[in-house]
Protein backbone atom coordinates (compact mmCIF):
# COMPACT_ATOMS: atom_id res chain seq x y z
CA UNK A 1 0.00 0.00 0.00
CA UNK A 2 0.95 3.58 -0.85
CA UNK A 3 0.80 6.56 0.73
CA UNK A 4 -0.87 9.29 -1.28
CA UNK A 5 1.54 12.61 -1.37
CA UNK A 6 1.07 16.14 -1.91
CA UNK A 7 3.14 15.78 -5.60
CA UNK A 8 0.04 13.86 -6.75
CA UNK A 9 -1.69 17.52 -6.90
CA UNK A 10 0.82 19.55 -8.95
CA UNK A 11 0.95 15.89 -11.77
CA UNK A 12 -2.63 16.35 -11.84
CA UNK A 13 -4.11 19.79 -11.51
CA UNK A 14 -2.38 21.36 -15.30
CA UNK A 15 -2.03 24.93 -16.14
CA UNK A 16 -4.93 25.33 -18.37
CA UNK A 17 -4.41 26.32 -21.97
CA UNK A 18 -5.19 29.47 -23.53
CA UNK A 19 -6.88 28.40 -26.25
CA UNK A 20 -9.66 25.63 -24.77
CA UNK A 21 -12.88 26.50 -23.79
CA UNK A 22 -15.61 24.70 -21.33
CA UNK A 23 -15.99 21.68 -23.82
CA UNK A 24 -12.33 20.68 -22.75
CA UNK A 25 -12.83 20.12 -19.20
CA UNK A 26 -15.75 17.69 -19.00
CA UNK A 27 -19.73 17.52 -19.29
CA UNK A 28 -20.65 16.14 -15.76
CA UNK A 29 -24.21 15.07 -14.97
CA UNK A 30 -24.95 14.89 -10.96
CA UNK A 31 -28.24 13.35 -10.30
CA UNK A 32 -29.68 12.95 -6.59
CA UNK A 33 -31.48 15.35 -3.86
CA UNK A 34 -34.91 13.99 -3.11
CA UNK A 35 -36.89 15.97 -0.91
CA UNK A 36 -35.22 15.55 2.40
CA UNK A 37 -31.61 15.78 1.13
CA UNK A 38 -31.56 19.22 -1.11
CA UNK A 39 -28.61 20.05 -0.09
CA UNK A 40 -26.50 16.74 -0.97
CA UNK A 41 -26.71 17.28 -4.56
CA UNK A 42 -26.02 21.24 -3.89
CA UNK A 43 -22.77 20.38 -2.48
CA UNK A 44 -21.93 18.05 -4.78
CA UNK A 45 -22.61 20.10 -7.41
CA UNK A 46 -20.71 23.10 -5.80
CA UNK A 47 -17.88 21.26 -5.51
CA UNK A 48 -17.99 19.68 -9.23
CA UNK A 49 -17.89 23.50 -10.41
CA UNK A 50 -15.54 24.80 -7.86
CA UNK A 51 -13.05 21.89 -9.21
CA UNK A 52 -13.91 23.05 -12.45
CA UNK A 53 -15.61 20.65 -14.91
CA UNK A 54 -16.37 22.59 -17.84
CA UNK A 55 -20.34 22.13 -17.88
CA UNK A 56 -22.18 21.07 -14.97
CA UNK A 57 -25.42 19.63 -15.15
CA UNK A 58 -27.44 18.19 -12.07
CA UNK A 59 -30.94 16.07 -11.97
CA UNK A 60 -32.65 16.48 -9.15
CA UNK A 61 -36.20 16.31 -7.68
CA UNK A 62 -38.26 19.92 -8.91
CA UNK A 63 -38.00 21.28 -5.35
CA UNK A 64 -34.53 21.68 -5.26
CA UNK A 65 -34.62 23.60 -8.53
CA UNK A 66 -34.60 27.17 -7.13
CA UNK A 67 -32.49 26.49 -4.52
CA UNK A 68 -29.67 25.35 -6.52
CA UNK A 69 -30.07 28.07 -8.89
CA UNK A 70 -29.90 30.47 -5.70
CA UNK A 71 -26.50 28.70 -4.65
CA UNK A 72 -24.97 28.03 -8.06
CA UNK A 73 -26.34 29.52 -10.99
CA UNK A 74 -23.38 27.81 -13.05
CA UNK A 75 -25.30 24.52 -13.19
CA UNK A 76 -28.26 23.74 -15.76
CA UNK A 77 -30.91 21.97 -14.24
CA UNK A 78 -32.83 19.00 -14.99
CA UNK A 79 -36.54 17.84 -13.46
CA UNK A 80 -35.04 14.50 -12.39
CA UNK A 81 -39.14 13.09 -13.50
CA UNK A 82 -38.75 14.71 -17.12
CA UNK A 83 -37.26 11.56 -18.51
CA UNK A 84 -35.96 12.82 -22.29
CA UNK A 85 -34.36 15.85 -20.73
CA UNK A 86 -32.72 13.34 -18.43
CA UNK A 87 -31.92 10.98 -20.78
CA UNK A 88 -30.57 13.60 -23.18
CA UNK A 89 -28.26 14.86 -20.06
CA UNK A 90 -27.14 11.58 -19.70
CA UNK A 91 -26.38 10.37 -22.95
CA UNK A 92 -24.35 13.75 -23.79
CA UNK A 93 -21.68 13.35 -19.97
CA UNK A 94 -18.27 12.40 -20.03
CA UNK A 95 -19.11 11.64 -15.96
CA UNK A 96 -22.13 11.12 -14.17
CA UNK A 97 -22.38 11.38 -10.52
CA UNK A 98 -25.21 9.64 -8.92
CA UNK A 99 -26.20 8.81 -5.26
CA UNK A 100 -25.87 11.80 -3.06
CA UNK A 101 -29.56 12.50 -1.41
CA UNK A 102 -31.09 10.48 -3.57
CA UNK A 103 -32.77 8.31 -1.12
CA UNK A 104 -34.21 4.73 -1.06
CA UNK A 105 -37.75 5.40 -2.65
CA UNK A 106 -39.31 3.25 -5.07
CA UNK A 107 -38.54 6.20 -7.93
CA UNK A 108 -34.95 6.96 -6.53
CA UNK A 109 -34.55 3.20 -7.53
CA UNK A 110 -36.10 3.27 -10.96
CA UNK A 111 -34.07 6.63 -11.68
CA UNK A 112 -30.95 4.66 -10.88
CA UNK A 113 -32.16 1.57 -13.00
CA UNK A 114 -32.42 4.07 -15.78
CA UNK A 115 -29.10 5.68 -15.43
CA UNK A 116 -27.31 2.51 -15.62
CA UNK A 117 -28.86 1.16 -18.48
CA UNK A 118 -28.03 4.63 -20.39
CA UNK A 119 -24.54 4.50 -19.66
CA UNK A 120 -21.64 3.49 -22.54
CA UNK A 121 -17.96 2.80 -22.68
CA UNK A 122 -15.81 5.30 -22.59
CA UNK A 123 -18.25 7.14 -19.76
CA UNK A 124 -17.13 7.57 -15.90
CA UNK A 125 -19.77 6.73 -13.20
CA UNK A 126 -19.60 7.43 -9.88
CA UNK A 127 -21.86 6.44 -7.60
CA UNK A 128 -22.29 7.70 -4.04
CA UNK A 129 -24.41 7.68 -1.24
CA UNK A 130 -28.00 6.24 -1.44
CA UNK A 131 -26.80 4.70 -4.81
CA UNK A 132 -24.32 2.66 -3.22
CA UNK A 133 -27.16 1.48 -0.64
CA UNK A 134 -29.80 0.79 -3.25
CA UNK A 135 -27.00 -0.96 -5.31
CA UNK A 136 -26.57 -3.47 -2.07
CA UNK A 137 -30.03 -3.99 -1.33
CA UNK A 138 -31.66 -5.01 -4.85
CA UNK A 139 -28.16 -6.56 -5.98
CA UNK A 140 -27.81 -4.60 -9.21
CA UNK A 141 -25.76 -5.55 -11.62
CA UNK A 142 -23.89 -2.94 -13.35
CA UNK A 143 -23.76 -2.82 -17.27
CA UNK A 144 -20.02 -3.42 -19.04
CA UNK A 145 -18.46 -1.13 -20.21
CA UNK A 146 -18.63 2.28 -18.34
CA UNK A 147 -15.82 2.77 -16.07
CA UNK A 148 -17.12 2.81 -12.15
CA UNK A 149 -15.90 4.95 -9.11
CA UNK A 150 -17.62 3.99 -6.07
CA UNK A 151 -17.06 6.01 -2.61
CA UNK A 152 -19.00 4.59 0.33
CA UNK A 153 -18.40 5.10 4.40
CA UNK A 154 -17.37 2.05 5.88
CA UNK A 155 -21.31 1.27 6.68
CA UNK A 156 -21.94 1.46 2.98
CA UNK A 157 -19.43 -0.64 2.08
CA UNK A 158 -20.22 -3.13 4.65
CA UNK A 159 -24.08 -3.26 2.69
CA UNK A 160 -22.08 -2.88 -0.69
CA UNK A 161 -18.87 -6.32 -0.50
CA UNK A 162 -21.04 -8.05 2.76
CA UNK A 163 -18.17 -6.90 5.20
CA UNK A 164 -18.61 -6.23 8.84
CA UNK A 165 -16.99 -3.03 9.65
CA UNK A 166 -14.31 -4.92 11.66
CA UNK A 167 -13.97 -7.38 8.58
CA UNK A 168 -12.44 -4.62 6.09
CA UNK A 169 -8.78 -5.46 6.10
CA UNK A 170 -7.42 -4.91 2.86
CA UNK A 171 -6.91 -8.41 1.45
CA UNK A 172 -11.03 -8.67 2.02
CA UNK A 173 -11.60 -5.43 0.45
CA UNK A 174 -9.33 -6.24 -2.62
CA UNK A 175 -11.15 -9.17 -3.51
CA UNK A 176 -14.77 -7.59 -2.47
CA UNK A 177 -13.44 -4.91 -5.18
CA UNK A 178 -12.09 -7.20 -7.25
CA UNK A 179 -15.49 -8.48 -7.82
CA UNK A 180 -16.98 -5.27 -8.56
CA UNK A 181 -14.56 -4.29 -11.01
CA UNK A 182 -14.38 -0.89 -10.68
CA UNK A 183 -12.55 1.69 -8.02
CA UNK A 184 -13.30 1.93 -4.66
CA UNK A 185 -12.88 4.66 -2.78
CA UNK A 186 -13.69 3.57 0.82
CA UNK A 187 -13.90 6.73 3.14
CA UNK A 188 -13.05 6.64 6.48
CA UNK A 189 -10.23 8.56 9.07
CA UNK A 190 -7.43 7.42 6.47
CA UNK A 191 -9.40 6.85 3.53
CA UNK A 192 -8.05 3.82 1.24
CA UNK A 193 -8.20 4.15 -2.36
CA UNK A 194 -8.39 0.90 -4.45
CA UNK A 195 -7.36 1.00 -7.76
CA UNK A 196 -6.58 -1.76 -10.38
CA UNK A 197 -2.93 -2.06 -9.93
CA UNK A 198 -2.63 -0.72 -6.19
CA UNK A 199 -3.81 0.45 -2.68
CA UNK A 200 -3.23 4.33 -1.56
CA UNK A 201 -4.02 5.84 1.50
CA UNK A 202 -5.11 9.35 2.03
CA UNK A 203 -2.58 10.76 5.05
CA UNK A 204 -4.80 13.80 5.86
CA UNK A 205 -8.25 14.13 7.12
CA UNK A 206 -9.68 15.68 10.67
CA UNK A 207 -12.34 14.78 12.86
CA UNK A 208 -13.52 18.11 12.50
CA UNK A 209 -14.27 17.40 8.66
CA UNK A 210 -17.06 14.52 10.15
CA UNK A 211 -20.30 16.25 9.55
CA UNK A 212 -23.63 15.70 7.15
CA UNK A 213 -22.57 16.55 3.14
CA UNK A 214 -18.50 16.21 3.69
CA UNK A 215 -18.82 12.97 1.61
CA UNK A 216 -21.15 14.62 -0.78
CA UNK A 217 -18.28 17.28 -1.36
CA UNK A 218 -15.93 14.74 -2.16
CA UNK A 219 -17.89 12.64 -4.73
CA UNK A 220 -18.92 16.44 -6.48
CA UNK A 221 -14.61 17.52 -6.50
CA UNK A 222 -13.74 13.84 -7.95
CA UNK A 223 -15.90 13.87 -10.78
CA UNK A 224 -15.16 17.62 -11.48
CA UNK A 225 -11.35 16.35 -11.66
CA UNK A 226 -12.11 12.98 -13.00
CA UNK A 227 -13.83 15.01 -15.72
CA UNK A 228 -10.21 17.43 -16.60
CA UNK A 229 -7.25 14.68 -15.63
CA UNK A 230 -6.40 11.64 -16.04
CA UNK A 231 -8.65 9.06 -14.23
CA UNK A 232 -6.35 7.42 -11.46
CA UNK A 233 -4.05 10.04 -10.50
CA UNK A 234 -7.37 12.27 -10.73
CA UNK A 235 -9.04 10.30 -7.97
CA UNK A 236 -6.03 10.38 -5.86
CA UNK A 237 -5.47 14.36 -5.95
CA UNK A 238 -9.29 14.94 -5.21
CA UNK A 239 -9.14 12.66 -2.32
CA UNK A 240 -6.18 14.48 -1.15
CA UNK A 241 -7.01 18.15 -1.53
CA UNK A 242 -10.78 17.70 0.08
CA UNK A 243 -8.64 16.04 2.73
CA UNK A 244 -6.15 19.16 2.80
CA UNK A 245 -8.06 22.02 3.07
CA UNK A 246 -10.02 20.11 5.66
CA UNK A 247 -7.27 20.04 7.70
CA UNK A 248 -6.27 23.38 7.27
CA UNK A 249 -9.60 24.80 8.13
CA UNK A 250 -9.58 22.33 10.86
CA UNK A 251 -6.79 24.33 12.69
CA UNK A 252 -9.16 27.06 13.33
CA UNK A 253 -12.42 25.70 13.35
CA UNK A 254 -13.94 23.37 15.64
CA UNK A 255 -16.08 21.75 12.75
CA UNK A 256 -15.30 22.35 8.99
CA UNK A 257 -18.82 23.26 6.68
CA UNK A 258 -18.89 21.32 3.60
CA UNK A 259 -19.48 24.64 1.84
CA UNK A 260 -17.04 26.20 3.48
CA UNK A 261 -14.23 23.28 1.91
CA UNK A 262 -15.99 24.49 -1.61
CA UNK A 263 -15.01 27.95 -1.54
CA UNK A 264 -11.24 26.89 -1.27
CA UNK A 265 -10.85 24.34 -3.83
CA UNK A 266 -10.32 26.36 -6.75
CA UNK A 267 -7.52 28.92 -5.12
CA UNK A 268 -5.51 25.73 -4.06
CA UNK A 269 -5.78 24.05 -7.20
CA UNK A 270 -4.21 27.20 -8.94
CA UNK A 271 -1.70 27.21 -5.62
CA UNK A 272 -0.51 23.33 -6.93
CA UNK A 273 -1.35 23.36 -10.41
CA UNK A 274 1.59 21.95 -12.84
CA UNK A 275 2.58 22.91 -16.39
N1 LIG B 1 -27.60 17.80 3.62
C1 LIG B 1 -28.00 16.67 3.05
O1 LIG B 1 -28.91 16.64 2.23
C2 LIG B 1 -27.32 15.41 3.41
C3 LIG B 1 -27.69 14.25 2.75
N2 LIG B 1 -27.04 13.08 2.94
C4 LIG B 1 -27.47 11.93 2.11
O2 LIG B 1 -28.16 11.05 2.95
C5 LIG B 1 -28.17 9.76 2.37
C6 LIG B 1 -27.83 8.74 3.44
O3 LIG B 1 -26.44 8.81 3.74
P1 LIG B 1 -25.86 8.66 5.22
O4 LIG B 1 -24.40 8.40 5.07
O5 LIG B 1 -26.26 9.81 6.05
O6 LIG B 1 -26.62 7.43 5.85
P2 LIG B 1 -26.27 5.87 5.93
O7 LIG B 1 -27.36 5.24 6.68
O8 LIG B 1 -25.98 5.30 4.60
O9 LIG B 1 -24.93 5.77 6.75
C7 LIG B 1 -24.74 6.47 7.96
C8 LIG B 1 -24.49 5.49 9.11
O10 LIG B 1 -23.27 4.79 8.89
C9 LIG B 1 -22.52 4.78 10.08
N3 LIG B 1 -21.07 4.76 9.77
C10 LIG B 1 -20.19 3.81 10.13
N4 LIG B 1 -18.96 4.11 9.71
C11 LIG B 1 -19.04 5.27 9.06
C12 LIG B 1 -18.08 6.10 8.41
N5 LIG B 1 -16.78 5.78 8.32
N6 LIG B 1 -18.51 7.25 7.85
C13 LIG B 1 -19.81 7.60 7.90
N7 LIG B 1 -20.77 6.87 8.51
C14 LIG B 1 -20.38 5.70 9.08
C15 LIG B 1 -22.94 6.06 10.83
O11 LIG B 1 -22.86 5.86 12.20
C16 LIG B 1 -24.38 6.25 10.40
O12 LIG B 1 -25.24 5.66 11.33
C17 LIG B 1 -27.17 9.79 1.22
O13 LIG B 1 -27.85 9.90 0.00
C18 LIG B 1 -26.39 11.06 1.48
O14 LIG B 1 -25.89 11.59 0.28
C19 LIG B 1 -25.92 12.96 3.87
O15 LIG B 1 -24.78 13.16 3.08
C20 LIG B 1 -25.99 14.00 4.98
C21 LIG B 1 -26.23 15.40 4.44
N1 LIG C 1 -12.60 11.62 11.57
C1 LIG C 1 -12.38 11.86 10.27
N2 LIG C 1 -11.11 11.96 9.80
C2 LIG C 1 -10.87 12.19 8.50
N3 LIG C 1 -11.82 12.34 7.57
C3 LIG C 1 -13.10 12.23 7.96
C4 LIG C 1 -13.45 12.01 9.32
N4 LIG C 1 -14.81 11.96 9.40
C5 LIG C 1 -15.28 12.15 8.16
N5 LIG C 1 -14.27 12.32 7.29
C6 LIG C 1 -14.39 12.48 5.84
O1 LIG C 1 -15.63 13.11 5.51
C7 LIG C 1 -16.28 12.42 4.45
C8 LIG C 1 -17.60 11.84 4.96
O2 LIG C 1 -18.28 11.16 3.93
P1 LIG C 1 -19.77 10.65 4.12
O3 LIG C 1 -19.90 9.87 5.38
O4 LIG C 1 -20.18 10.00 2.86
O5 LIG C 1 -20.55 12.05 4.30
P2 LIG C 1 -21.95 12.57 3.76
O6 LIG C 1 -22.67 11.42 3.10
O7 LIG C 1 -22.68 13.08 4.96
O8 LIG C 1 -21.68 13.66 2.78
C9 LIG C 1 -15.30 11.38 3.94
O9 LIG C 1 -14.49 11.90 2.92
C10 LIG C 1 -14.46 11.10 5.19
O10 LIG C 1 -13.18 10.61 4.88
MG1 LIG D 1 -22.06 9.97 1.88
Not at 16 to 22: F, T
Not at 206 to 230: K, N, S
Not at 247 to 253: C, F, P, T, V
Request: glycine share 10%.
Amino acid sequence: MEIISEEILGQTIRAREPMSHKGNYGRVCLIGGDQHYGGAIILASQAAVHSGAGLVTTATMKVNHGPLHARLPEAMVVDWSESDRLTTSIQQATVILIGPGLGLATDSLTLLKRTLMLLTKGQICLIDGSAITLIADYRLTLPDGPTYIFTPHEKEWERLSGLLIENQDRESNRLSVNQLKGIVVLKKHRTEVYLADGIWQNPLGTAAMATGGMGDTLAGMIAGFVAQFPLNNAILAAVYLHSYIGERLGKAHYVVLPSELITHISSLMKRFEGN
